[in-house]
């Protein structure tokens, strides 16, 4: 582990077999007795649980004197957080997520979730065992605390305030301590790669939210920002413009997709240029295909949101956008 700030350390968790890698923990190491706050916890997986462990005990830092924040509900940032947790200590999440982490468990919300791509056009049936958040997900319930925007944290030393960087997630928070001007993001900004963005319901914008969180982030006065993968971003504001532009230009490809003729969620992210394999979405393994069709869903989703233009019109069960 590595001390990125006085009292912060951060903890490289492997993620195997996931192309994220690894996942940035941070231990904010309490100060005179005081307890500690891990922020995120890694898959459940062996792997990640070792190193894990190995890194509290070389801190000296017992589960029973440490809390556990949840940025939001993927497993790669929760899926430890049940063995965490014990009779002494809390773990932390905003209300929004803690639903879903609560429907997380056991089988039922993901064959339920997968039944979405009904409304996206697969041509097969996509199955919920191939779903990476399902295979490292946490298998017991366990007693978490709400932590909303504008609660405060209290570790180290540090007064953190709990803001909103929901979209990602809808319930996705960040941990900002204005005197140092840290703030911890959770995946809301990553260097190089771009946060996955995925269809929740007809009723949320889930682009929408992220991208004016985005806008709003860019007013926080923010000297280090902590973010959970890959390495450290080296100018927040100058990559807040470039993820605008991305998705600018994403939600451009998609309008020409749809100008062209009624398009769903499939044909469009087939019209779609990726940075993976090649960048042709017809040859990505299934999982990939599940993420990069509710990339291109919440694109169209954002278009119908935020244009009067634009018309969605369900044939069947699968839903198709294109200009009026
Ligand atoms: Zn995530």
């Given amino acids: 582990m590595q001390e990125v700030y006085q009292n912060i350390y951060l903890i490289k968790l492997p993620l195997p077999q996931n192309p994220l890698k690894s996942l940035n923990s941070y231990l904010i190491k309490g100060t005179g007795g005081d307890r500690s706050l891990l922020v995120d916890s890694g898959f459940n997986h062996p792997e990640t649980e070792a190193v894990l462990m190995a890194e509290l005990k070389e801190a000296g830092v017992r589960t029973e004197e440490m809390d556990v924040l949840i940025t939001h509900c993927h497993s790669d940032h929760c899926g430890l957080a049940g063995k965490l947790k014990n009779e002494h200590n809390s773990v932390y999440c905003s209300s929004r997520d803690g639903v879903l982490l609560r429907d997380h468990v056991g089988e039922h919300f993901w064959k339920e979730l997968v039944k979405q791509q009904r409304f996206m056009g697969f041509p097969y049936n996509f199955q919920h065992t191939d779903h990476p958040g399902f295979r490292n997900k946490n298998e017991e319930q366990y007693d978490r605390e709400s932590k909303d925007p504008g609660d405060t944290l209290r570790v180290g030393g540090y007064e953190f305030e709990v803001v909103d960087l929901s979209g990602h997630t809808p319930g996705q928070i960040g941990l900002y301590e204005k005197n140092h001007r840290i703030l911890f993001s959770g995946d809301h900004l990553l260097h190089k790669i771009t946060p996955n963005m995925k269809f929740w319901n007809f009723d949320y914008d889930s682009l929408g939210d992220y991208l004016s969180n985005l806008r709003k982030m860019n007013d926080l006065d923010v ?10 971003v080296p100018d927040m504001s100058e ?5 605008l532009a991305h998705h600018d230009r994403r939600l451009g490809a998609a309008l020409e997709i749809i100008s062209k003729e009624p398009s769903n969620a499939w044909t469009v992210a087939s019209g779609i240029k990726w940075d993976y394999l090649g960048g042709d979405f017809t040859k990505f393994p299934p999982p990939q295909q599940w993420f990069a069709a509710n990339e291109a869903f919440v694109h169209l989703e954002h278009l119908f949101a935020s244009r009067r233009d634009i018309k969605r019109q369900a044939m069947g069960d699968v839903f198709f956008y294109s200009m009026r």
């Fill in 239 to 243: 990559r807040i413009g470039q993820m």
């Fill in 223 to 232: 000297e280090h920002l902590y973010t959970a993968h890959r390495e450290p």
